[in-house]
């Protein structure tokens, strides 16, 4: 099993920047990629970002490129998501996701995210 904690999440005005992190434990050995997506009221979860645990490629929601950075940090196990230029359609529940595949197994609870216009 692994376990998935997510934090940084607030409110801010548009054009401005957080920088959330998803902690994990339990087996991380194990990952193989970690991920962001999110979920606003009434709409489906949408990916946002993934990285790999080795090796450290990327990939990105085309909405988000050039705004949003992923990274890791494999000595704390931890992955973050570093969101600049922050829009209100950028407003949404942040949720971290971790797979042992390709497939995604594990999930956090989420971390709100609120942008005013």
């Known amino acids: 099993q692994v376990q998935l904690v997510e934090s940084g999440g607030g409110l801010v005005q548009a054009g401005g920047s957080l920088r959330l992190s998803c902690a994990a434990s339990?087996?991380?050995?194990?990952?193989?990629?970690m991920g962001w997506f999110r979920q606003a009221p009434g709409k489906e979860r949408e990916f946002v970002a993934r990285?790999?645990?080795?090796?450290?490629?990327?990939d990105y929601v085309d909405s988000v490129k050039g705004r949003f950075t992923i990274s890791r940090d494999n000595a704390k196990n931890t992955m973050y998501l570093q969101m600049n230029s922050l829009k209100p359609e950028d407003t949404a529940a942040y949720i971290c996701?971790?797979?042992?595949?390709?497939?995604?197994?594990?999930w956090g609870q989420g971390t709100q995210v609120t942008v005013s216009s």
């Open positions: 339990g087996r991380t050995f194990s990952i193989y990629a």
């Open positions: 996701a971790a797979g042992v595949t390709a497939t995604w197994r594990y």
């Open positions: 990285i790999l645990w080795s090796g450290g490629g990327t």
